[in-house]
């Protein structure tokens, strides 16, 4: 499959603000975008999935933005807090075949209290 | 259900030893993925299986990896020899195809040093 790319490797932020964590993707067939969480010392968790016939799906705190006319997708932490520091990744899928996800490198975000 | 379990969660070995990393995937999932974390290559697929039969092992690095999985409860990546570039985190995923979509289960993973 086509690579999945992240912006920024590392976010630094304030306990309380709002966090924005971004993807790009560059494979227009993709259809179905997750995003993991892992935390120090853990493999990547579930957190949010949105399909391609959604532009926006919220979570609890969480909210899963995708543009598919520039190929971008976004997570956002609303009051961010310090269990929220993980490194966040994206994965594409396509569905209906054998489509295996692919990772990108990750963006580091890291909470300030 | 107790999630994917990964055995050893640390080894620690010398170069040329063989290394086995066990895996225990999540009852009912038919999918079972290696991946391999580094910092300066993140996540990289390694091989995986479906229903057992390993479907693509393009990822796997060199002839010195191997991996099995002998049923639906079990799978091992075996490193022989091992080097020192073969340190890393190694993950162990599972998942079950939902609607066309295979949405991964990951073990806490091995953390393997080779020196």
């Known amino acids: 499959g086509e690579s999945v790319g992240l912006h920024l490797p590392t976010l630094s932020v304030q306990e309380g603000d709002n966090s924005i964590i971004n993807c790009a993707y560059s494979n227009s067939a993709s259809d179905y975008f997750i995003w993991y969480k892992q935390e120090s010392g853990k493999g990547p968790q579930f957190i949010i999935d949105i399909r391609s016939n959604m532009d926006k799906r919220q979570g609890q705190r969480v909210t899963v933005l995708l543009n598919k006319t520039v190929k971008h997708l976004s997570l956002q932490i609303a009051a961010t807090q310090p269990g929220d520091s993980a490194v966040y990744f994206c994965?594409?899928?396509?569905?209906?075949?054998?489509?295996?996800?692919?990772f990108g490198r990750g963006t580091s975000l890291i909470v300030h209290p | 259900d107790a999630g994917v379990i990964q055995s050893p969660r640390h080894e620690v070995t010398e170069m040329g030893q063989e290394v086995t990393l066990r895996c225990k995937p999540i009852?009912?999932?038919?999918?079972l993925f290696w991946y391999r974390q580094t910092m300066m290559r993140g996540l990289e697929l390694l091989i995986y299986?479906?229903?057992?039969?390993?479907?693509?092992d393009s990822g796997m690095p060199e002839d010195r990896f191997s991996a099995k999985m002998p049923n639906a409860s079990f799978s091992t990546l075996k490193i022989q020899p091992s080097e020192p570039r073969d340190s890393a985190v190694y993950f162990c995923?599972?998942?079950?195809?939902?609607?066309?979509?295979?949405?991964?289960?990951f073990g806490a993973g091995s953390r393997l040093t080779v020196l």
């Open positions: 009852s009912g999932h038919d999918y």
């Open positions: 994965a594409e899928n396509i569905t209906g075949g054998s489509y295996i996800p692919t």
């Open positions: 995923a599972s998942s079950f195809q939902h609607s066309g979509a295979n949405v991964l289960t």
């Open positions: 299986f479906n229903n057992n039969v390993p479907i693509d």
